[in-house]
């Protein structure tokens, strides 16, 4: 069976400009949740999305968006780009709610924002 | 309200000794509990967990945690490090509410000394 799979996995843009990262949960997979990690913040919980819904959302700004299609592919967005997004993106997956068994994360998407 | 503290950022030991990685968690109710591992440049994978039942847990490649509920600890060991044990170890929460989302640690980055 297929792992997590995140494209892309390194991505360099400037200040200002947006991104959109992409998330291939495991094949049954229902659930997919974003985490931003960073050398001083560790992973910080971004949000989750349960059946196309958002079920969850950490504490960030709205410039941080998602989706999840019906296949269960979920997508971030940020928009209008920090040097501070910089961080590795991780995408995990499980087979119900997140919370309940085990989450399995993807290699992540290293954003570099200059 | 859940958050998890882990005790040391970077531990060193030498090869063969024992591996104590500290984590205290902060839960309003029944905690899961869960310890990754990750390698450079690569998403987290899972050791081991706790959800209900028996309070120590064997994961894999040798390690193992105790739920403490009196001490609020989850504190991973493994009696004989190997060199391949050097990776970033994250210990997290969830209450394990459908829906609910995992607290994770700032990670302890573990140094095996030949």
């Known amino acids: 069976k297929a792992g997590v799979t995140q494209t892309p996995r390194y991505l360099i843009k400037t200040r200002g400009q947006q991104v959109t990262l992409s998330c291939s949960p495991i094949?049954?997979?229902?659930?997919v949740s974003w985490y931003q990690q960073t050398p001083g913040q560790g992973l910080q919980f971004l949000f989750e999305?349960?059946?196309?819904?958002?079920?969850n959302k950490g504490n960030f700004p709205g410039r941080f968006s998602g989706r999840q299609f019906s296949n269960s592919r979920s997508e971030m967005n940020v928009s209008t780009l920090e040097l501070g997004d910089s961080a590795l993106y991780l995408c995990?997956?499980?087979?119900?709610?997140?919370?309940?068994?085990?989450?399995?994360f993807g290699p992540g998407t290293r954003l570099t924002v200059l | 309200a859940q958050s998890v503290t882990q005790l040391g950022s970077h531990v060193s030991v030498s090869e063969g000794a024992l591996v104590l990685l500290r984590c205290n968690y902060s839960?309003?109710?029944?905690?899961?509990l869960f310890w990754y591992v990750q390698y450079p440049n690569q998403g987290l994978q899972l050791l081991l967990k706790?959800?209900?039942?028996?309070?120590l847990v064997k994961g894999i490649n040798g390690f193992e945690a105790e739920f403490k509920k009196s001490e609020t600890s989850f504190h991973l060991t493994k009696p004989s490090a190997h060199m391949s044990d050097a990776a970033e170890y994250f210990c997290?929460?969830?209450?394990?509410?459908?829906?609910?989302?995992?607290?994770f640690g700032t990670g302890t980055s573990l140094t095996v000394i030949p």
């Open positions: 839960s309003s109710v029944p905690p899961y």
């Open positions: 706790y959800t209900t039942g028996a309070t």
């Open positions: 094949s049954g997979h229902r659930s």
């Open positions: 999305y349960f059946s196309e819904t958002q079920r």
């Open positions: 995990a997956s499980s087979l119900g709610a997140s919370g309940v068994g085990e989450q399995f």
């Open positions: 997290a929460v969830s209450s394990g509410n459908t829906g609910n989302q995992f607290y």
